[in-house]
Every structure is written in C-alpha cells, then in structure tokens.
C-alpha cells in the first residue's frame, strides 16, 4: 500500500473516530442539560407541594406549640400541587394522556409529618366495566414507632416529644423527653445522645422499608401495563435524610424518562417548616409609647398594641424598649 493510501487510511479511521466522539459529546450534553430541566421541574414541583401542605390546613395559634416541628399538614393538597407543578413542567397542564404518563413516572412519594408519615403510591383497581387500572392511593398513617430490649414501646416525633408504654404495667407517658424521664423510669430516655440516634435511625428505616415495599410492588404491577422499566430506589445522601426527618416535608420520587439511551432517576425533598413572626409588644409607660420583642423582655405594663416587626412598632408611634423600664427573660 502507498504511503498516500494508509495515510488517507488512518485519516479517515481517525476522523470516523472523531465524528463518533463529538457525537457521543453533543449528546451527552444534550442529555444532561435536559437532565437539568428535569431536576429543576421537580425540586419545584416538590418545594410548591411542602409549601401547599402547610399553607392549606388549618394552623392551630403557634404560640400554642411547644415546638416550632409540630405543624397540622394536608396530604391531598401537598400532592394536588406537586402534580400540577409538575404538569405545568412538562407542558401537559392541558392533557389529560400526558398528565397520565407525568402519573406514570412517579411510583411513590412520602408525606413526612410531626408523628407519622403516609406514603401515596400505586395500587391495581377494578373500575366499573371490569377493567383492571392503576391509580395513587394513600397508606394509613405510620407512627415513628420503636421497641426496646425490655419490651417498652416508643412512638416518636420530629423532636424529642415522645410517647412511651412501660412494659412493667403498660402504663403510658406522654412529654418531652427530659420531662417525662424520672416519672417514666425508663433507662432508654436517660441518654439523650443515644435517644436521638434511635429516634433518628427509626424515623429514616421506618421510611426506607416502605419506599422498598411500595416500589417493588409498584415493579409487579406494572409490568402488566407494558412498563418495562425496573423502579429501584436510588441512593439518598445522609445529609438529604438527615434534612428529611428535620422537619415536616414531602420526599417525592420520579423515575423511568427516557433521556437518549438511559433513563433519568432522581428525587426530591421539600421541607415545610413553618418560621414563626417575631412578636413586639406596644405598651405606654411615663406617658411615652415604647415597644419590645416579646421573647427577650417583659415589663409589668399592660400591652396596648402587638406587632409583627420593629418597623411596624415605630411607625405606629412606638420607641424601642431597652428594658430599663422592663427587666430582660
């Protein structure tokens, strides 16, 4: 062979090579900049749920709570707008197959509450022709519950609020922990290191047994719907477990797009927290109006007015409270 001939020989290998490579790279590109999209459609889709599920039940006064954790949630309205984000997302707001396909790829989300959680996910029906379907549909409500060597029981919350049955007599206590420990009696609550490492490692088994179940049953369901894809649950940082039994929150799964050649499988947290206003007190004392935060000074006269903000107080006519005349918590 000419040197010529080889030469042209290994240009084009080379350049078939190359062209393959910028191909495999325009793709990849492609593929995670949708990717990208995706994240983004449900870390909204997910925050737009946690932010519904408090918003839109009714709030007990907080001042009432001894814990900012402790929030009343509504399940059916976090989920009602976790899919409609997510519709709107996916350009399918407006089509009810699309909004199916949207369902399709969501096997299983969990609703994180104060003292329990419920997990949404598919379950096989017979509709009014016979027809078998899948639809979402809610467990009960799971409690944090836990059992020690000696056979106490616990149910646990988001903080150290706990109840307890005393295997002894079965008789039962209810508080935070430091509060109910002598009177219960129980060597379990002496620790409070080792109480909220239990506390903790329950929440988050308790939870990852019921996504495996609920996703392996949703896999045997589904194959008989023409879903080939196998749902799995992916790997969850310690750090996004740790920031999903912080507080009360949704934990939404989405799986099985196709994206080029592989299929996209991520999740999504979304924390629901509800931040308490800082309260000031307007009160009138030596014939001037002052005001101060409510958690930090008290004063014998009587409140006049309550805000929300210095700024409000001030404006009202209100001065700033050193506590010279009240006296500092």
């Keep these: 062979m000419k040197i010529t001939s080889f030469s042209l ?15 495999d790279i325009d793709t990849n590109q492609k593929n995670m900049i949708v990717e990208t999209k995706y994240n983004r459609a449900i870390d909204t889709a997910t925050q737009d749920a946690a932010k519904a599920m408090i918003t839109n039940a009714s709030q007990p006064l907080e001042s009432q709570y001894q814990s900012s954790k402790k ?14 984000t997510m519709y709107l ?15 399709s790829y969501v096997p299983v989300l969990v609703v994180v509450g104060y003292d329990g959680y419920f997990v949404y996910t598919y379950e096989e ?7 078998k379907k899948l639809k979402h549909v809610w467990s009960p409500k799971k ?13 646990f919350t988001l903080d150290d609020y706990v109840t307890v049955n005393r295997s002894s007599n079965r008789q039962w206590f209810e508080g935070f922990r430091e509060e109910i420990k002598n009177e219960a009696s129980v060597s379990f609550l002496n620790d409070p290191q080792i109480f909220d490492q ?10 990852q047994n019921d996504l495996g179940y609920a996703i392996n049953q949703y896999n045997t369901i589904s194959k008989k719907y023409g879903i080939s894809y196998t749902f799995t649950i992916p790997q969850i940082s310690q750090e996004d477990w740790n920031n999903t039994i912080n507080d009360a929150g949704v934990l939404a799964f989405v799986q099985g797009i196709p994206v080029g050649t592989e299929y ?14 800082d309260i000031y007190n307007g009160i009138t004392a030596n014939g001037r109006k002052y005001y ?22 001030a404006q009202s006519g209100y001065i700033p409270l050193n506590c010279s005349i009240g006296y500092k918590n």
């Design 9 to 23: 020989f290994v240009v084009a290998i080379l350049l078939g090579f190359f062209i393959k490579n910028q191909i």
């Design 71 to 84: 929030v009343r949630i509504n399940k059916e309205q976090a989920v009602a707008t976790f899919f409609k």
């Design 89 to 103: 997302n996916f350009g399918v707001d407006h089509d009810l197959t699309g909004q199916g396909v949207v369902d």
């Design 125 to 131: 029906y017979t509709d009014n022709t016979g027809q």
């Design 143 to 155: 409690p944090y519950a836990y059992a020690d060597q000696y056979g106490n029981t616990f149910n």
């Design 198 to 207: 239990v506390r903790r490692s329950t929440i988050v088994n308790a939870i």
């Design 264 to 277: 996209y499988n991520n999740y999504a947290l979304g924390g629901a927290r509800i931040v308490k206003k």
């Design 292 to 313: 101060y935060p409510a958690d930090s000074c008290k004063t014998n006269f009587s409140t006049e007015e309550v805000f929300t903000s210095g700024k409000d107080a």
